[in-house]
């Protein structure tokens, strides 16, 4: 679909998003948890784009997920209701931008620090709303989040201190477990074991613990499987990652970016995309129809070599980024390719909204 | 000057500019080519910023370098009337922009193809301009660029035919030559070597060579000492990188990410910076004031381990990215910090502009 539609002579390099793969995409996240308690709450740094987190609102999907106060705004400014910062924050204008939020969406935010739980609910007070709190916890990622049962306990019960302040429970992310790691299965297991001793812990000094809140796309058919978890964070799900294949999973790769070759020499072939368009975080990208991986990438290029003779000058060569998140981050909008060949630009407005 | 100037609450992470060492820099590339007839084109690659391009134009400066039509755009709006695009285009509706420029601006292009100077002419004779024209050598860095007499002279030959262009010389561009490189000297002199060779060549068949256009900052010092170069494609010397110490250039590093500590435990303290503000392509970010290196770094996260205690949550730490012309453009304005400890704020206007 996406390369009838380069006739349509958009400027490359172009971000593409195939419409029919990520309908598809959605609805498979959608089946997966039918008939589970489950939810769905999309992370929205995959693509920080409001047009595409609204259509991700289908069945078992609650809200979304956010990693910056920046992205909660412009989904708050979307009309989208019920918002998780599922991060740390420790500045008072930000503590302050989260409880004015609050006036206009149900907020939850992530705590690991007894500062935080005092500067959220100052802030809660003062703009007279409440903020729901998850106590994060270290899964093993070394980032953020507690680990120790006393620090648990302690951050559970100045939570529930708080008047502003409801404990809504606990949430806990393990990074990309990739299908090429060996004992991927039993990290996976061993994280929702984590989350659920947490949860034992906190149930047995009298705490409530509604949410548990956790899961990437990596281990979203493990978390489906699991009874821990009640809400899944997931987001690379809806466009996807070449990185995740192998993974068994029911979604395809719906990101490309249009690039026009711009130099040829012998069999190479210079293509008008380079890191300032394409996130390369896993890899360099490929093209799309031939799988073709590029031999170098530069700021506004990337090398690929071309056995035979290389496509000629002008022609449009499809891309696949190795990653959708970072790449989504580089660019202003992307167009959506509907299955009738239309395309329909969406602004990527939370880019750049890591304040 | 950085560190005093937090106090005034920028919201995290914050670009920021040491505009003292800033203005040092750009002093100290217009000693180093006093004296020769040499010429340095800044390249606005590295900070895509209209209000950073305009106060590189010193001494010995005659316009600037882009990398993108998008780039000479935002330049040439910004009232700057010189511009090279050191790379090829391929794209009608690029070629027109380009010829379009040329109504307001003085426009040189690098051509490596045919089809490319047909289309350059065919669109500068619709607009009734002319184009100067560099033809591209590849010196070695196997992107664009050609290589065999017989091309090059060929490409000499079809600009000369255009009444609409006119053949300025030549270009080519090495890449980074780094300190560690065992060989970068006789690298350097064979890319000069090369560019000599070429202007011979020329020069036998007729053609005028006026224009030896190239060299980066890692060759800045063999660029200057080096007969044949004219123009000196340069842009990182105004900020610098950390990759490039060691090199003996009379620049210091002018940019600062400042991020807040958001989360800590043990050793360990996290700031709210990551991916999605730090250019990593030349490894991960250290704090400038204690020359730590992170451990690891996700989208919006980078960890240091802090021997002792870290510092409290709240806490600004001054990064410093490994790649500035990534991290330029990933913010939409950055912050330049006044000798007075003034902050002013300055729009990262062709961020995003590799269209």
Redesign the interface.
Known sequence: MIRRVMAA?L????LLVDEEIFEANIAAASALLRGTAKTLRPHV?THRTPALARRQLAEAVIGVTC??VGEMEVMADAGITDLLLA????????VQRIAALARRARVTVAV??L??IDALSAAAQAFSVHLDVLVDV?VGL??????GERQLLEAAAAVERMPALRLAGIMGYE?RLRASLPDRHEKAKSVFRTLAEVCRLLAVAGYGVDVVSGAGTSTLLEAVADPTITEIQAGTYALMEPDLEGLHLPFRCAVAVAA??????GC?A?V??????LGC?YGLPLTIEEGRVAV?I????T?FEWPGTPP???TIVLLRPSQV??TF????RAWVVGRDASIREVAVEA??R??
Chains 1, 2 share one sequence.
Do not use: M
């Not at 008008?272 to 368009?277: M, Y």
């Not at 981050?329 to 202003?332: K, R």
């Open positions: 002579d400027p490359t390099p172009a740094k990693a910056t991060n740390e924050v420790a500045s008072t204008d930000k690991d620090d500062a935080q270290d070394r980032r953020c989040g507690l680990t990074g026009t070759v711009i130099s040829r020499s190479r210079v008008d995309a380079g890191r300032k368009t975080e170098s530069s700021e506004e290029h090398v000629p000058l002008g998140r970072t981050n580089l660019h202003d880019r750049g890591s304040q």
